[in-house]
Structures are given as C-alpha cells and as structure tokens.
C-alpha cells in the first residue's frame, strides 16, 4: 500500500525551512529519502530504520516514529539545488526489500 | 555499494513493438528491481527478479506484458512487449543492498512510443 506523502507541492524562498511527511498504515522496517531531478533517476538521501533513528546530511535531516509509522524530513535554510521531487519509499518488514514509494512532493526554492 | 549500468537511456519506439531493457550491477546481488515511472507519477515497482527462478510481478503488472530474465546474479533484462503509447514511462532497475542500507537504481530508460 502506497505510503501518503505531505504537502504534494511546496514553494520555498532559499533560506527558508520545509517538512515533508510520509506516512504508512503499515508495519515499516525503513523509510528511504529520495530526491529527483526532471529527467533524472532518484538519489538517495538517507535512510531510517525502525526504533525512532533521527540522521541527518548536511542541512538535511529526517525521523522516523515507529509507534506512527511516519517519518518527516527536513530540509533547513535551503539552497536553489534542494529544488526537485521528494520521495519517500517504505519497506515493510518481512519483505524482500523491494520499496513502495509516496507520491512524491515538489519542492520548489526560489532566489 | 552498488554501480548500476543501465542501457538505453532512452528509446523512441513505434507502436506494437517490443524493447529489451538490460541492467548490469557490478557486484552480486540476490535480488533485483524494475520500476516503472509514468510522467509526473511516483515509481512503481513492476517485479522482483530473483536469479535460477521466475520474477514475481506486482498487481496489475503480467509476465506477457513484461517478461524479465534474470540469468546471473549481475544481469537483467526487461522487456516491454507490443507498446503502446501508455507504456511511454522512465523504465528503472534497482538493487538493495543488505538489510538497513539504501537501495541504488540504474540512470533509468526513458521510453516514448509513438
């Protein structure tokens, strides 16, 4: 079941701070962050695993609630290069790994 | 790690025919992902390949539609068969490290049937 990513669209001045929200109704092992460019395959940002881990990269960071099954990431003070789509992926536990992915949210950060 | 080639990076093809979609890691892997993004849509996942047996397709994804070889534990193929223009997607193979890492993805297929 796909997981239920929040806001879908976020417009950004560079500087300021935005949170995107994934969410699942089921049981998840990790939540992966990805970031895409138009035309180009996801990066990974960072990966959360099950037990409230907090991790962080750069000005980017990200949680995880396991009780909710929601992770939130994090992105501060942010830079014209942060503008793209953010996925989150979920893998539930007890699967074979493979990842179900939001909806994405496109973030936008204007000069 | 993982260094996934994936190859072509984009196709325009004509309607009715079939693509192969090859995706080469550089390290063994167990299993392997194909993904499928539709414009403006988030990645879907078609199938797991696993090597020595048949791929598992999601739902709503066939083994007519997309058969996938799988005929080492470095190598896959995908092939989209007699497309149509709703097959035109970003077509995307993947691999997961091991347990609590991230999975890598190839550059992506961007295929446009006309």
């Known amino acids: 079941q796909q997981p239920v990513q929040s806001p879908q669209a976020v417009i950004l001045r560079e500087g300021e701070d935005a949170v995107i929200n994934c969410s699942s109704s089921k049981a998840l092992y990790s939540v992966h962050w990805y970031r895409q460019k138009h035309g180009e395959a996801p990066v990974f940002l960072m990966i959360?695993?099950?037990?409230?881990e907090q991790k962080g990269h750069e000005k980017i960071s990200a949680s995880f609630n396991e009780k909710k099954q929601q992770s939130s990431l994090y992105l501060t003070a942010s830079q014209l290069s942060y503008s793209g789509t953010y996925f989150c992926?979920?893998?539930?536990?007890?699967?074979?790994?493979?990842?179900?992915f939001g909806s994405g949210t496109q973030l936008t950060v204007l000069p | 790690s993982a260094v996934i080639s994936q190859k072509p990076s984009r196709d325009i093809c004509q309607r009715g025919t079939s693509l192969t979609i090859q995706c080469q890691v550089d390290s063994q892997v167990t299993m392997m992902f194909w993904y499928r993004q539709q414009p403006g849509q988030s990645l879907t996942l078609i199938a797991t390949a696993n090597q020595g047996s048949e791929a598992t397709y999601e739902s709503g994804f066939v083994i007519d539609k997309f058969p996938i070889s799988r005929p080492n534990l470095t190598f896959s193929t995908l092939t989209v068969s007699n497309m149509s223009p709703e097959d035109s997607s970003i077509y995307l193979c993947?691999?997961?490290?091991?347990?609590?890492?991230?999975?890598?993805f190839g550059q992506g297929t961007r295929l446009t049937v006309v």
């Open positions: 993947s691999v997961a490290g091991q347990g609590g890492t991230e999975a890598f």
């Open positions: 992926g979920t893998e539930m536990a007890g699967s074979a790994r493979q990842l179900t």
């Open positions: 959360l695993l099950k037990g409230g």
